[in-house]
Every structure is written in structure tokens, then in C-alpha cells.
């Protein structure tokens, strides 16, 4: 690396695997420190060719773009989008592959607030200032909310809270940034496709951490844009290690973790027993000693590809007479002697007092399975005589009256349950997971008082 010659661009693909080694094994100083000058110039630039990962660069750019018109990239908190923008940006003005073949001279850059496009999206760290070289940076000019390039190109600056200010002008592309906040976003968005109408192809690129608002999920829903996702993980090497552990450790797998960091799409129905907020206001760091805990199993009544899953939920009850959920380890088509070896397992691993079997399809069975594998464990058939959604609703009930406490994050569950209305679920599937953690609390709720046996998990 000693000779600038050994980094042209014909060598990006080896430079940028020994990078990744690099960074993977802690040796990036190392690395950097055999680089000259003219070396360490162009990878503080080539991000198309290095640094950037496969989500933040254009879909199909190996095969010239490909044929969409907007580009969904959808990512957690400091995921990396911000970086994603200005590099397109930063493409489409001067025409660097992958991004164009030729300048684009007008562009719009289209932010919540006109501080916000100023702040982060022009002047931030990952700004379109910043991810140029000195010799290619465009001139700012914030009286007149505009970017000049030397070749000629311009970028405006507009704000979501001033869709009029998009009549009238025209661009052959547009940045959007954080649409999911926009307070105005159909009247804006709308003003700019009207002015998108430049140059052969008109593109436009929105960076957003998701919400479930209706214009994001109809941009979803069009044939005509593409998507990239990238969680906060996936940038983990330019984020405070602190944050991972602090901030990424504490919200993993809750509704806002999933949302602000894994970048998901979290929708709530209206008709739901369950709420994300109810659940999220149930959430502890530990359950407190617990007088009873049971393992409920709602088995399948087939096995195979085609099998519903098998639903195993842990709860526990304490001295107060809440419930606590302690564990979600559903199996996905498991076959018989799978799903009762784990649930065997979970009685063992958590002390439990017994295992609760629904009992109505195929449960004299999943009794006689259980048996062949530990004989010793008690087993308490249940056998449903009302519907789901009927059987769901005193435990709902729980909830709101704040005696349900959730150990931990449990996504797919949480997602059945936020699901879960009085036709089922949305998608038709069985709801198993819920079904098990139904079996779980209705079986604390009918054990009769007496003298507790406390465990302390």
C-alpha cells in the first residue's frame, strides 16, 4: 500500500474485503498506517467502491440502476442513512457510478423542517458537505437554500412544512429525509412528484426509520420503488460502543427497538385485544421470586411442512397474584418428539410445577409424546369450550388492569398478540404462540391458594 498505484479502482473488491478483515479483527489502524498519502486520499472517498454496504447502494446498480423511481431505504437509528443520501447525492450532481452516468443538474433536497435539511442533511457529519472531497465540494449558500456545484449543478433546500414552496420548480431528482416525520407528508410529497419531471429518468430516494403512516406503506406498495433495509447493528463499527451496549442492549426486540433500531415496520390494529403500548408498559427487567410456573403446550394437530407451529410459553405467578411471562420457545413444523423434548426442557430449566396441554386436537397424543420422553413430569390436560378470541379476553383483561409483567422482549409473540382480533389473526394462520400463553395465565388463574413452593429465578 506504500504505492498509490496499488489502489485504483480496479482493486476496490480486494481493498474492501481486507478492510472488512481489517475491521472484523480490530487491525484498522494497523491497516490505515501502511497507506501513503495519495492512498489514504482515496478511501476517504471511494464509499461507493469500499465502504459502503450492499443495502446502501443503489438496487441493481451492477446492472446500470435498474428501472425504479424510488428507492425505500429503510434503516434503524444510526444505520447509516444520512451517509446513504449525501453519497447519492453526491453522485447524481457530478454522474459517478453507480449512482449516474451523467450530472444531474437539478436536485431537491426535502427535509422535516428547513433546519433539519440545513443541520443533517447539508452540514451534519454525514451531510452532503461533508462526503465531499475539498476540490469537488459544492458552494453553500443558506440565504438563497441552495447547493452550487462547479460543474453547475444545484440542490434545493425545502421543509415539509412548506409544501407550497415546491410549486413551481423542477428537478430530475430529489433527496427525502426521515419522511416518517413529515407533519405535512401528502401534501409534500405530492408537490414534488409534480416537479420531478427533468432528465430521462426522474428518481428520488426517501432515508427513513419506519412508521406505519399511509404514505410510507403505499411507497411500499408501489411496483415502482425499490427497498434496502440495514438494522443499527449493521453499522456497528461507527457507533459508540456504549450505545450498542446501553441503548441497543436495553430496547432490543421491544416495539421501539424494533422500529427505531431494526428499522421494522410496527403496525397496530384496531380491533386488537392488545395494544403495543399495553404490552410495552408491562415490560420488567426481572420477575421477583414466583410461587407457581407452568410450561404451556398448545401442540399441532399435524406435523410436516404444512403443520401449524408448536406453542410453548413459560409463566409464573408471584405472592402479589401477578403473572409473569417468563419465556416464549414456540417451534416452527418441529415434529412430535422435537417440541415435547424442549417443552420437557423448559419444565426442568425454569422448576416448573406442572406442563398445560390443550387437549382438544391431537392432545392425547402430545400427552402420550410428552410421557415417553420424562414419564415423571405432571401433565395437566386443558380442553378449550369456548373460541380464541373468547378464551383471549379475561387475559387481555389482565393486561389492562396491569397484572401481566413480560420478562423480556418477545417479538413474534408480541406481534400475535397486537394481531389478534375477533376474526384471528390477519393473515388467517393459527394464533400459537398466543394460544400457549393463553393456556399459561388461564392455568395460574385457576390453581387454587394454598402454601406456595417460592422460587427465586
Given at each position: 500500500?506504500?504505492?498509490?498505484?496499488?489502489?485504483?479502482?480496479?482493486?476496490?473488491?480486494?481493498?474492501?474485503?481486507?478492510?472488512s478483515n481489517c475491521l472484523a479483527s480490530g487491525q484498522l489502524g494497523a491497516f490505515l498506517a501502511t497507506c501513503d498519502a495519495a492512498a489514504l486520499r482515496y478511501?476517504?472517498?471511494?464509499?461507493?467502491?469500499?465502504?459502503?454496504?450492499?443495502?446502501?447502494?443503489?438496487?441493481?446498480?451492477?446492472?446500470?440502476?435498474?428501472?425504479?423511481?424510488?428507492?425505500?431505504?429503510?434503516?434503524?437509528?444510526?444505520?447509516?442513512?444520512?451517509?446513504?443520501?449525501?453519497?447519492?447525492?453526491?453522485?447524481?450532481?457530478?454522474?459517478?457510478?453507480?449512482?449516474?452516468?451523467?450530472?444531474?443538474?437539478?436536485?431537491?433536497?426535502?427535509?422535516?423542517?428547513?433546519?433539519?435539511?440545513?443541520?443533517?442533511?447539508?452540514?451534519?457529519?454525514?451531510?452532503?458537505?461533508?462526503?465531499?472531497?475539498?476540490?469537488?465540494?459544492?458552494?453553500?449558500?443558506?440565504?438563497?437554500?441552495?447547493?452550487?456545484?462547479?460543474?453547475?449543478?444545484?440542490?434545493?433546500?425545502?421543509?415539509?412544512?412548506?409544501?407550497?414552496?415546491?410549486?413551481?420548480?423542477?428537478?430530475?431528482?430529489?433527496?427525502?429525509?426521515?419522511?416518517?416525520?413529515?407533519r405535512q407528508a401528502e401534501e409534500t410529497w405530492d408537490m414534488l412528484q409534480f416537479g420531478l419531471r427533468l432528465g430521462e429518468h426522474p428518481r428520488q430516494l426517501?432515508?427513513?426509520?419506519?412508521?406505519?403512516?399511509?404514505?410510507?406503506?403505499?411507497?411500499?406498495?408501489?411496483?415502482?420503488?425499490?427497498?434496502?433495509?440495514?438494522?443499527?447493528?449493521?453499522?456497528?463499527?461507527?457507533?459508540?460502543?456504549?450505545?450498542?451496549?446501553?441503548?441497543?442492549?436495553?430496547?432490543?426486540?421491544?416495539?421501539?427497538?424494533?422500529?427505531?433500531?431494526?428499522?421494522?415496520?410496527?403496525?397496530?390494529?384496531?380491533?386488537?385485544?392488545?395494544?403495543?403500548?399495553?404490552?410495552?408498559?408491562?415490560?420488567?427487567?426481572?420477575?421477583?421470586?414466583?410461587?407457581?410456573?407452568?410450561?404451556?403446550?398448545?401442540?399441532?394437530?399435524?406435523?410436516?411442512?404444512?403443520?401449524?407451529?408448536?406453542?410453548?410459553?413459560?409463566?409464573?405467578?408471584?405472592?402479589?397474584?401477578?403473572?409473569?411471562?417468563?419465556?416464549?420457545?414456540?417451534?416452527?413444523?418441529?415434529?412430535?418428539?422435537?417440541?415435547?423434548?424442549?417443552?420437557?426442557?423448559?419444565?426442568?430449566?425454569?422448576?416448573?410445577?406442572?406442563?398445560?396441554?390443550?387437549?382438544?386436537?391431537?392432545?392425547?397424543?402430545?400427552?402420550?409424546?410428552?410421557?415417553?420422553?420424562?414419564?415423571?413430569?405432571?401433565?395437566?390436560?386443558?380442553?378449550?369450550?369456548?373460541?380464541?378470541?373468547?378464551?383471549?379476553?379475561?387475559?387481555?383483561?389482565?393486561?389492562?388492569?396491569?397484572?401481566?409483567?413480560?420478562?423480556?422482549?418477545?417479538?413474534?409473540?408480541?406481534?400475535?398478540?397486537?394481531?389478534?382480533?375477533?376474526?384471528?389473526?390477519?393473515?388467517?394462520?393459527?394464533?400459537?404462540?398466543?394460544?400457549?400463553?393463553?393456556?399459561?395465565?388461564?392455568?395460574?388463574?385457576?390453581?387454587?391458594?394454598?402454601?406456595?413452593?417460592?422460587?427465586?429465578?
Amino acid at each position: 500500500m506504500k504505492n498509490s498505484r496499488a489502489t485504483p479502482r480496479r482493486c476496490a473488491t480486494r481493498l474492501r474485503g481486507a478492510l472488512s478483515n481489517c475491521l472484523a479483527s480490530g487491525q484498522l489502524g494497523a491497516f490505515l498506517a501502511t497507506c501513503d498519502a495519495a492512498a489514504l486520499r482515496y478511501l476517504m472517498h471511494a464509499w461507493a467502491d469500499v465502504w459502503a454496504r450492499d443495502d446502501q447502494l443503489p438496487p441493481d446498480c451492477a446492472q446500470g440502476g435498474g428501472d425504479w423511481t424510488t428507492w425505500l431505504v429503510i434503516g434503524g437509528r444510526g444505520a447509516g442513512k444520512t451517509r446513504t443520501g449525501a453519497e447519492w447525492v453526491r453522485g447524481m450532481a457530478l454522474g459517478l457510478p453507480p449512482f449516474s452516468g451523467r450530472p444531474v443538474a437539478r436536485i431537491a433536497l426535502v427535509g422535516e423542517t428547513i433546519a433539519d435539511v440545513r443541520e443533517v442533511m447539508v452540514e451534519g457529519v454525514s451531510g452532503v458537505l461533508g462526503v465531499h472531497p475539498r476540490g469537488e465540494r459544492p458552494a453553500w449558500i443558506p440565504t438563497r437554500r441552495r447547493l452550487e456545484w462547479p460543474n453547475g449543478a444545484v440542490a434545493q433546500v425545502f421543509s415539509a412544512e412548506d409544501p407550497e414552496a415546491l410549486r413551481g420548480p423542477q428537478f430530475a431528482a430529489a433527496w427525502c429525509d426521515e419522511l416518517c416525520k413529515w407533519r405535512q407528508a401528502e401534501e409534500t410529497w405530492d408537490m414534488l412528484q409534480f416537479g420531478l419531471r427533468l432528465g430521462e429518468h426522474p428518481r428520488q430516494l426517501v432515508t427513513t426509520t419506519p412508521r406505519p403512516v399511509p404514505l410510507l406503506k403505499r411507497l411500499l406498495a408501489d411496483p415502482r420503488a425499490a427497498v434496502t433495509r440495514a438494522a443499527t447493528r449493521a453499522n456497528a463499527w461507527n457507533l459508540a460502543p456504549a450505545f450498542l451496549d446501553a441503548v441497543v442492549g436495553r430496547y432490543a426486540g421491544t416495539r421501539l427497538g424494533r422500529q427505531e433500531l431494526d428499522g421494522e415496520l410496527i403496525e397496530e390494529r384496531a380491533d386488537a385485544l392488545w395494544t403495543r403500548a399495553m404490552i410495552d408498559a408491562a415490560r420488567i427487567d426481572a420477575p421477583p421470586p414466583l410461587a407457581r410456573i407452568v410450561v404451556a403446550v398448545d401442540p399441532p394437530a399435524t406435523s410436516g411442512k404444512r403443520a401449524d407451529a408448536c406453542g410453548l410459553v413459560v409463566a409464573g405467578r408471584d405472592e402479589a397474584g401477578l403473572f409473569h411471562v417468563l419465556e416464549d420457545a414456540t417451534m416452527e413444523r418441529a415434529r412430535p418428539a422435537e417440541w415435547a423434548a424442549r417443552a420437557i426442557a423448559l419444565y426442568h430449566r425454569h422448576g416448573a410445577d406442572a406442563l398445560a396441554v390443550e387437549v382438544n386436537q391431537g392432545g392425547e397424543m402430545a400427552i402420550a409424546v410428552l410421557g415417553e420422553v420424562d414419564a415423571s413430569v405432571p401433565v395437566t390436560p386443558v380442553r378449550a369450550t369456548r373460541g380464541k378470541y373468547l378464551r383471549a379476553e379475561p387475559v387481555a383483561a389482565l393486561y389492562e388492569q396491569g397484572r401481566v409483567r413480560h420478562a423480556a422482549a418477545f417479538p413474534a409473540l408480541e406481534d400475535e398478540m397486537t394481531d389478534f382480533g375477533p376474526g384471528g389473526l390477519s393473515n388467517g394462520r393459527s394464533p400459537d404462540r398466543l394460544d400457549a400463553l393463553v393456556w399459561a395465565i388461564t392455568s395460574l388463574m385457576s390453581v387454587k391458594s394454598g402454601a406456595p413452593r417460592i422460587r427465586r429465578l
